[in-house]
């Protein structure tokens, strides 16, 4: 199992940058696969990034693509979710989720693809 325990958000204007972090705990962190979703007031939760658990592959959401920019740092048992030219409309709770991927396969989209979850944090784009 991992546990994951995203931090990061805050109140920013639009424009502005914000980094999520997510730690992970678990000796075996580097076999997950990781994502980030978020869930805008009133909305289903999205999908918004992926990162195969090498760090080589990424997927991103065509509304964040661009601007948003997943990573991770095996060493320190994080992975990040950069965020640029932040419009309100990415106004939401962003949740950190993990799989557990053996292979290096392609980047999983799907709610449902990811059985761990952390407890979210809340980015406010606001002017």
């Known amino acids: 199992q991992v546990q994951l325990v995203e931090s990061g958000g805050g109140l920013v204007q639009p424009g502005d940058s914000l980094r999520l972090s997510c730690q992970a705990s678990g000796r075996t962190y580097t076999t997950y696969a990781m994502a980030w979703f978020r869930r805008a007031p009133g909305k289903e939760r999205e999908f918004v990034a992926a990162?195969?658990?090498?760090?080589?592959?990424?997927d991103y959401v065509d509304s964040v693509k661009g601007r948003f920019t997943i990573s991770r740092d095996n060493a320190k048992n994080t992975v990040y979710l950069q965020m640029n030219s932040l419009k309100f409309e990415d106004t939401a709770v962003y949740y950190c989720?993990?799989?557990?991927?053996?292979?290096?396969?392609?980047?999983?989209?799907?709610?449902?693809?990811?059985?761990?979850w952390g407890q979210g944090t809340q980015v406010t784009v606001s002017s």
């Open positions: 989720a993990a799989k557990f991927s053996p292979v290096d396969v392609a980047p999983k989209s799907g709610i449902y693809d990811y059985p761990y």
């Open positions: 990162i195969t658990k090498s760090g080589r592959n990424t």
